[in-house]
C-alpha cells in the first residue's frame, strides 16, 4: 500500500480510491498506464474538497477531463489521478454588459487555422457555410462547472433557449478541458464567450479569474503552465435561434463523423495561413503535410497508425503503445521538418513521461 493510499484514505474515509489503477479505458486512444492512486469525482464539493487537500499539503495531483487529447505513459503517472466526471449548469440570468462591448470583443478574433481541401486530402469537410453572428442578440450569463461534458451542456442549454456553444459540437472535452486548450470550432474558439473562469491555485486558495487574465490564444491558455486547476467557468451566452444552433450541431456532427475513435483527435496543431501560402498548400491542415508531403498516410508502429480517413488523427488499431505513438510523433515531426522546415507542434498533451522520452517534441506536457 502507497504512503499516498494511506494518507488520502485516513483523511476521506468515505471516498473510494483506487491504487494502480490503469488509465487506458479513461482515454479516448484506450493508451495508459496505471495511476498510483486513481479517484473519480462526480461531486462537485468531494472533489473541491480533496483538491483543497492535496494542495495544502502539496501533494502530486493530475485532473483528467474526458481524456480527448492526452497520452498517458505506459508506465502509468505517480500521485494521484482525479477523473473530474462532477458538475452543474446554473443559469444565472440576463448578462447587463453593453452589447457594444460584446461585439468589440468578439471582434477581436484568434485567426483562425481553419480551412480544407474539398478535392485532395482526406480532410474535406467544411464549416462556413453554417457560420453566423449572434452577437447582437440578447446575452446570458451560465456557469458551468468544469466536470460537465461539452456535448451535454451543449444540448441542455439548447434546449433552455441558450445557444453560443453549437460551434464546438462533436468536440469530446469536458468544459474543464475545453477552457484549458481554448478549443476551436471551425473558425469560433471558446473565448469568444468565456467571461471568467474559478480556480485553486498551487496554494489551494480559490480565486476568479476574468477573461482578460486567462492568455487565451491558439489552443492555448495560461493554464498550460500555472498549475491552476479549473473549478467552474462562467460563460456569457445568447438567447439565440435555436433552430439554427440545433441544425449547426447537427450537422457539424454529421461532416465531423469521419475522424476516427480510437485517437487523440487532430494530433498537431494547424499551420498558420501564412506557411500554408508561402509553401503553396491548398489547406492549413497538418494532416495534408502528412499524406501528401510525406507520403505517411497509413504509415504504422505497432497497432499505433497514421489514419487512412484523416491523416492529422493517429489510431489505436488494437493493442497500441504509448510508445508506438510517441514514435510515430517524432517520426512525423522530423520528416516535417527534412522536407518543409516547419517545425510543427502537437495540440495533445503527455501526462507521466519524463522530459527525456519527449526530446524532439515541442510541446506542453505535464
Not at 502539496?58 to 502509468?76: C, I
Not at 454588459?97 to 467544411?126: C, H, M, P
Not at 441542455?156 to 477552457?179: C, D, E, F, H, K
Not at 492549413?284 to 502528412?290: A, F, H, K, P, R
Request: a negative charge.
Amino acid at each position: 500500500m502507497s504512503q499516498l493510499f494511506s494518507k488520502l484514505t485516513k483523511q476521506f474515509p468515505d471516498y473510494d480510491f483506487k491504487q494502480d489503477h490503469l488509465l487506458a479505458p479513461y482515454t479516448t486512444v484506450k493508451i495508459g498506464g496505471p495511476a498510483e492512486v486513481f479517484y473519480q469525482a462526480k461531486d462537485q464539493q468531494k472533489f473541491e474538497n480533496l483538491l483543497s487537500f492535496v494542495k495544502e499539503n502539496h501533494l502530486p495531483v493530475t485532473v483528467l477531463g474526458w481524456g480527448a487529447n492526452v497520452l498517458v505513459s505506459d508506465k502509468g503517472v505517480d500521485g494521484l489521478v482525479i477523473k473530474n466526471k462532477a458538475g452543474k449548469i446554473k443559469v444565472l440570468g440576463n448578462n447587463n454588459q453593453d452589447k457594444k462591448t460584446v461585439k468589440k470583443e468578439n471582434s477581436q478574433k484568434i485567426l483562425a487555422r481553419w480551412n480544407s481541401d474539398q478535392t485532395k486530402g482526406t480532410f474535406k469537410y467544411e464549416f462556413n457555410d453554417l457560420d453566423y453572428d449572434e452577437s447582437d442578440q440578447e446575452t446570458v450569463l451560465v456557469e458551468i462547472d468544469a466536470g460537465v461534458s461539452l456535448n451535454q451542456a451543449i444540448v441542455s442549454l439548447i434546449n433552455q433557449g441558450i445557444t453560443g456553444l453549437q460551434w464546438y459540437a462533436r468536440i469530446p472535452s469536458t468544459i474543464g478541458g475545453a477552457v484549458f486548450n481554448n478549443i476551436h470550432g471551425g473558425t469560433h474558439f471558446l473565448s469568444e464567450v468565456i467571461e471568467s473562469v474559478r480556480v485553486m491555485d498551487e496554494q489551494g486558495q480559490i480565486k476568479e479569474l476574468s477573461k482578460d487574465e486567462l492568455s487565451l490564444g491558439y489552443d492555448q491558455s495560461r493554464f498550460h503552465h500555472s498549475n491552476e486547476l479549473i473549478l467552474s467557468v462562467q460563460f456569457s451566452l445568447y438567447k439565440g435561434d435555436t433552430d439554427k444552433a440545433k441544425n449547426v450541431v447537427q450537422e457539424w456532427s454529421r461532416r465531423k463523423s469521419i475522424q476516427p475513435h480510437n485517437s487523440l483527435g487532430c494530433t498537431f496543431k494547424n499551420i498558420s495561413n501564412d506557411e500554408k501560402e508561402e509553401l503553396g498548400y491548398p489547406t492549413t491542415s497538418v494532416g495534408y503535410i502528412i499524406e501528401y508531403v510525406l507520403g505517411m498516410k497509413g504509415y504504422r508502429q505497432g497497432d499505433a497508425q497514421v489514419s487512412d480517413y484523416h491523416c492529422a488523427f493517429i489510431e489505436n488499431k488494437g493493442q497500441a503503445t504509448a510508445n508506438d505513438y510517441l514514435n510515430i510523433i517524432k517520426t512525423i515531426i522530423k520528416q516535417t521538418k527534412l522536407k518543409t522546415g516547419l517545425i510543427i507542434t502537437p495540440e495533445i498533451f503527455f501526462l507521466g513521461f519524463d522530459k527525456s522520452e519527449l526530446e524532439g517534441i515541442v510541446s506542453s506536457y505535464v
